[in-house]
């Protein structure tokens, strides 16, 4: 990818150590031939990992803006080292992904929500599976609140300003409330242009979980995947919103992390009550770790604790899932599934620092693994 040189600047300028792979072990890389074996875990750790295997032939999977950017470098990698292997993904936002594989048009789905069984989402993919589905989270994809506002470097919001300012009850950037938060700097009287997705997207629904819990007295909406705020332009996918903010002075949307890094953007530190936290890999790291998972089976769909008061946690944070069958119709598919999800959950894991991404935890990727390898 050819912004991966330039996010790992950007990454080490705000000081975020490229070895903050908490959760990563390290694979064998796929040999031309496919076959398997051993090698020891990033990190100088004792043990060791079975290789990824290479598949030969093709995947098609759809979903998530959030995590194009690791998926593409994913699929880079994994293509350049299992020459007979070709997967396509087609970032179109994770409600589009939900509906394509609950009718069978691909064979995986990104997702920065997991199946939703009120919705008849875990029923419709199992029966288009003829198994029960994975909600496999793949990456930790912070969302940063990210503005443009000519002469502010440096921000602090707390989750009531969040809310009132994308609801259109805070207007301007000097607002008297902005300015309590943010001692010593000059800000100017900037009208505020807010920014959202207009497609189905769970960054939006993770976005309004987190107002939900964090400032329940200021947003009280159910979250969704579509955004309820009447306000602001609304933009097709991350990179739309990243753009619309971009192109502001006054700007301010939600998008995933390395979206924000991409156009250069100031982002916000969030206060949820425990001090202002800057979004790093470390800080984003640190609020997943306390994630539990609530899935059964093979399924590791997670509750987040968006309200989290802990020093150093920053935790408006998304976990993006890659949604799979347990078993495939032709195996396959199944297999090849398997392997390259075994890739990212491994190997694929310790580049996304320098993506702008936060790796799994130890505990949650042993338990990703432990699902893949039921894969059929």
């Known amino acids: 990818m050819t912004e991966r040189k330039g996010l790992r600047v950007q990454i080490n300028r705000i000081g975020i150590a490229a070895g903050l792979t908490l959760g990563a072990v390290a694979l ?21 990992a079975a290789a990824a295997a290479c598949f030969s032939g093709s995947l098609k999977g759809e979903g998530s803006t959030a995590q194009k950017n690791a998926i593409e470098q994913w699929i880079t990698d994994y293509q350049t080292k299992c020459s007979g292997a070709t997967v396509n993904y087609n970032a179109t936002g994770s409600g ?15 997702s920065d929500s997991a199946l939703d069984p009120t919705k008849g989402e875990v029923a419709a993919a199992a029966t288009a599976c003829g198994s029960p589905a994975y909600d496999l989270p793949m990456v930790t994809g912070p969302i940063a609140v990210a503005f443009k506002v000519k002469g502010v470097n440096k921000l602090t919001l707390t989750p009531s300003l969040i809310a009132k300012i994308f609801l259109g009850k805070i207007t301007t950037w000097n607002d008297p409330a902005i300015a309590a938060a943010n001692s010593g700097v000059t800000l100017p009287a900037t009208k505020i242009s807010v920014f959202f997705r ?5 960054t939006t629904q993770n976005f309004e979980k987190y107002l939900k819990a964090a400032a329940p007295s200021d947003y009280t909406d159910t979250p969704s995947k579509s955004w309820t705020g009447k306000v602001g332009s609304g933009k097709k996918g991350s990179d739309g919103v990243q753009q619309g903010v971009s192109g502001t002075d006054g700007g301010i949307g939600y998008m995933e992390w ?15 009550g425990g001090g202002a936290v800057e979004l790093t890999a470390a800080s984003a790291a640190k609020a997943v770790q306390s994630a539990k998972v609530t899935g059964t089976g093979g399924d590791l769909t997670l509750k987040l604790d968006y309200a989290t008061k802990a020093p150093g946690a920053y935790p408006l944070i998304l976990v993006t899932y890659e949604i ?3 078993k495939y119709a032709d195996a396959s598919k199944g297999t090849a599934v398997k392997d390259f999800l075994s890739y990212i959950a491994g190997t694929g894991q310790t580049g996304l620092t320098d993506l702008g991404y936060a790796p799994l935890p130890d505990t949650i990727a042993t338990q990703v693994k432990a699902s893949i390898a039921k894969i059929s």
């Open 28 to 48: 064998a890389a796929c040999s031309s031939s496919g076959s398997n074996s051993s090698t020891s875990p990033a990190g100088g750790s004792s043990g060791s």
């Open 96 to 110: 589009a992904g939900v509906t394509q594989f609950t009718g069978k048009q691909v064979d995986f789905a990104g």
């Open 198 to 202: 207009s497609d189905a997207s769970g």
């Open 258 to 272: 390395s979206f924000a890094q991409n156009g250069n953007l100031g982002v916000a530190q969030v206060d949820n």
């Open 324 to 326: 799979v069958c347990s």
